[in-house]
């Protein structure tokens, strides 16, 4: 499997000028590494300043680490390569409204193509193309305020992905969205990856998004705290509670009922497999 | 203060070539005291409903009522300062309408503009900023310098500072974390309780609806589909779908489960904890009975 | 080093330029606010455009003031019926906002004083109205009709005046802005 | 409150003047505002008013939104009339009644005079009715391309101009909320003496600024990792097109400065 992004014993402080001399340096990320593969979806979750965004930050070069090494595609990410390096990943942050920067859909997906000098005629086959794979074409000349919280996102998906980009971070992108808009940008993201095996790493409070990722990097505090799949991170239920994680739905039912004293076989994921233990267990005997 | 609203409508932009019709024939009652959640599909005209509530709208068509106050389309001034008193909004995002230099005179601008006394004004300050679990020293802070979830709090603080015994919520917690989410959704919960208030909730998640409310609206392009208690709403699985909603998981699941048994359950499980509940009384029983 | 200033150079320059839109957005928005009739004085004839313009100078110095003011000014004349005036008001509302900053940030002030702050403003008045006067001089090949705009510009500038004071002294204690 | 307003008064339409290149029409426009001072005398006033009712014809344009257009500007130019009428003394005299007199050449004056203005805010008027704001920013950043040899910052200048455009439905947006918002909190802005309603203002403008000034932040670093580093090196999207309906524009305008030299006097 070929690393398309891997971080080494990281640590990061913002320099904040406390009135006073209260040295304290809050470390936003404290020695954070791991490794990314290609094709892989990462989930990153984390309470409201774990150090999520800081940790995005970090991977496209908005900032660089006091310590430690931030790797892409196998190499160390530097001011030297820091723009190549851009133009190889997409990201897309929280607040639609603030990432909208083409005064039509066609000319904000067209953005990163005019910055990377990419000539016209390709530019317009790109842009059509990645407005496509996010199923915004009927939108090519709409202007932002006159789409939803969803559509901006996708749009902003889109120009992320007219650079045909190997890595795609999403920075909280659903959370200011409505149910319907999250399910559309879910969706896309889906489709993305069972189509061109995009890799991806989201971070989210939205659990069954989650589901969806390969691996899990549990944030705390601007460490990570664990990592796995979905099911070993799920597993530690009362490790995530005790930092205010959430768990999912079929997970906080069997808990429930065992406390009611029903006794099950296993950790359930998904509503299907608790509904087939709950039958084959329960009410078929 | 029951509230109704009779036949209402509203346009926006009357009268001109933009004119854009947001509501139409709105009649709902949301009885004193109870709370009341709004749900409906995005653009259903939620959002517009609640600006009526204290005038910052005025009915295009039909009457709002108030307690004994009645809005319509003539409505001004005095009467409509008298509402706002009564009723406070909890705006989507509100962290946006902070402004003062310290969270302290933030919290006052609402009691003070009411003609509440300073040094009442004051005490309350101190009083809700204990009550929303903020530390005691973000009073003197800029509330510009406050996280996220913080500046949240100060912001609703600043709304339940001049007592308003109508609180009404337009999604309250977006934007947060499910932990924050939950304490908030708690708070108000229990701040229902306490106060003796109306409270009114705009929201799409029909988990926190089912949980905390007594009475369901639905909203659907403009009008007001149907009402009542949410164990009744959330029976009528069709009907919300033709209004492009869903129902809450716990529900679906028990649907799921009665469906696969054959069997359907004592009660509508309006809450995890109720679903669990319900199915182990169900699994109780089917150990009971012999095969 | 040269490689590390060259970066965080284009950083800061790429921000300066989306602040500086954004505050001309900010001073279109204000002058619209004329037509919502926020109901200061006796509605109508006021707008907010420039206190939004004083503001904006003051907190952000001289070259954001220029461009906020003749951009945002200058966009709401050519989208909103008053496209011939639009150059006038360009350079005019450009050259306000100079001043205004370049008096406010006079040796290192950076709108800190209170007392430059008034003087800027005040000493923009008179500048600005003569800007107003040549361009519409001009317009109507007329020396008795532009007068008429005069009073009206001032009544705006007194009004622009006292609402930046107290909302600057407000902003320059929230961080961003310090 | 907000929702009265329309920003833009652009409206799509199909006319050969909404097809022609945003650099021809402002190029034109330009030009003609210069033409408009050759006119002198009756013939020449004509010719423009002809020239003027042309263009409209050929743009399209329901008369509903011409006359709005103008709405703002005929106070002026009824203002303008009357001036010019009793203000000037020469020529012979029309009409007396108590202090009131009238001379010809007040009312010969006026009426060009209103003529001509009226004449440049019509052109103005179409030119914004049949370009979108987002072409007028293009047309201007091709046309003053040349003067970036004179190191004027002409990409610079064209991308703020359209942020600000994108910005200012989301900004206004804000201000309506951020309004309603303190209305709700009891803030009262239509009632009180002149120095409360100033103080009214603030609530409103200091969430404004700050709102502006974080969505600065958020914009600055989206356009930053999606590669933007100054204009050098940049390729265009939007590619204007030059066509001969935009040549025949200055073609006409040439006719139309020949005519106008012709009649003069
Ligand atoms: N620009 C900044 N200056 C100073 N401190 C900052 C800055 N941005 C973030 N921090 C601090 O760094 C820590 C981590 O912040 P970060 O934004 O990475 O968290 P997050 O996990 O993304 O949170 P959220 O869920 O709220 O987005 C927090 O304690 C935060 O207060
Ligand atoms: N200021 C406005 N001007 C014109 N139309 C508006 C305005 N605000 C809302 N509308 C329209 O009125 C309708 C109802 O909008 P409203 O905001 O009340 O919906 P909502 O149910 O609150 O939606 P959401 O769930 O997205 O918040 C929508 O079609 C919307 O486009
Ligand atoms: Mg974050
Ligand atoms: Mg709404």
Known sequence: MKEIASMHHVTFSYDTEEEGSSLIQNKALDDVSFTLYEGQWLAIVGHNGSGKSTLAKLLIGLMFPSSGEVNLFLESLSEENLWEMRSRMGIVFQNPDNQFVGSTVQDDVAFALENNGVPHEMMVKRVYEALEQVKMTDYVNHEPHHLSGGQKQRVAIAGALALRPELLILDEATSMLDPQGREEVIEIVKKLRAEIGLTVVSITHDLEEVLLADRVLVMNEGKVLMTGTPQEIFKQETELESIGLDLPFALRISELLRAAGVELQGNHMTEEELVNELWTFHFSK | ?291 | MQKTQGYAASRAKTFDLILTSMLASLVFVATLLLNIKLPIGNGGLIHLGTAMLFIASILFGPKKGALAGAIGMGLFDLISGWTLWAPITFLTRGLQGYIVGKIAWSNGRKGTSLKFNLLAMTVSVPITIAGYYIGERILYNSWIIPLASIPGDIVQCIVGIAIAIPVCAMLKKVQFFK | ?265
């Open chain 2, 1 to 291: 203060m029951d509230i109704s609203f009779q036949q209402v409508g509203y346009l926006y932009a009357k009268d001109s070539p933009f004119e854009k019709r947001a509501l139409q024939n709105v009649t709902a009652t949301i009885p004193s005291g109870s709370y009341t959640s709004i749900i409906g599909h995005t653009g259903s005209g939620k959002s517009t409903l609640l600006l009526h509530l204290n005038g910052l709208l005025k009915p295009s068509e039909g009457v709002v009522k108030i307690g004994d106050t009645l809005i319509t389309s003539q409505t001004k001034g005095k009467q409509l300062k008298d509402i706002r008193h009564r009723v406070g909004i909890v705006f989507q995002f509100p962290e946006h309408q902070l402004f003062e230099e310290t969270v302290e005179k933030d919290i006052m601008f609402g009691p003070l503009n009411f003609g509440v006394p300073k040094e009442i004004a004051r005490d309350r300050a101190h009083e809700l900023v204990r009550l929303l679990g903020l530390p005691e020293d973000v009073l003197q802070k800029s509330p510009f310098e406050l996280s996220g979830g913080q500046m949240r709090r100060v912001a609703i603080a600043g709304v339940l500072a001049f007592k308003p015994s109508i609180l009404v919520l337009d999604e309250p917690t977006a934007g947060l974390d499910p932990r924050g989410r939950k304490e908030i959704m708690e708070l108000f919960h229990r701040l229902h309780e306490t106060e003796n208030l109306t409270t009114i909730l705009v929201t799409h998640s029909m988990e926190d609806a089912a949980r905390y409310s007594d009475r369901i609206l639905v909203m659907h392009e403009g009008t007001s589909v149907m009402e009542g208690p949410p164990e009744e709403i959330f029976e009528q699985e069709e009907q919300l779908h033709s209004y492009r909603l869903g129902i809450p998981r716990s529900v679906h699941f028990q649907r799921k489960v009665e469906n696969m048994i054959g069997q359907r359950f004592g009660r509508i499980a309006l809450t995890e904890e109720m679903l669990a509940q319900e199915l182990s009384v169900a699994i109780e029983r089917k150990g009971e009975r012999p095969c």
């Open chain 4, 1 to 265: 409150m907000l929702e009265k307003m329309i920003i833009g008064r652009y409206i799509p339409g199909n006319s050969i003047v909404h097809r022609m290149d945003p650099r021809s029409k402002l190029l034109f426009v330009f030009l003609f505002i210069i033409a408009v001072f050759l006119a002198n005398n009756v013939a020449s006033y004509a010719v423009l008013l002809g020239f003027t009712v042309f263009v409209i014809a050929l743009a399209r344009i329901r008369p509903y939104f011409l006359v709005n257009g103008l709405k703002p500007v005929i106070f002026l130019i009824a203002f303008t009339l009357l001036l010019h009428l009793f203000f000037t003394r020469e020529g012979a005299i029309l009409f007396e009644w108590k202090f009131i007199k009238i001379y010809e050449e007040g009312l010969r004056m006026g009426i060009f005079i209103s003529i001509r203005f009226l004449v440049l805010v019509l052109i103005t008027t179409i030119l914004t009715l049949t370009t979108s704001p987002i072409s007028i920013t293009d047309g201007l950043e091709t046309l003053l391309n040349p003067f970036k040899k004179l190191k004027l910052p002409v990409h610079e200048l064209a991308l703020m101009m359209s942020i600000s455009l994108r910005f200012i439905p989301t900004l206004m947006d804000e201000t309506d909320k951020i309004l309603k918002a303190q209305l709700a909190r009891g803030s009262d802005l239509s009632t009180g003496s002149i120095k409360e309603r100033v103080q009214a203002v603030i609530p409103l403008l200091v969430p404004l600024f700050v709102s502006a000034f974080k969505r600065a932040e958020d914009l600055a670093v989206a356009m930053e990792v999606r590669g933007y580093r100054g204009g050098e090196g940049r390729t265009r999207f939007r590619q204007l097109s030059w066509q001969t309906r935009d040549t025949g524009v200055l073609i006409a305008f040439v006719l139309l400065v020949a005519v106008l030299a012709w009649v003069r006097k």
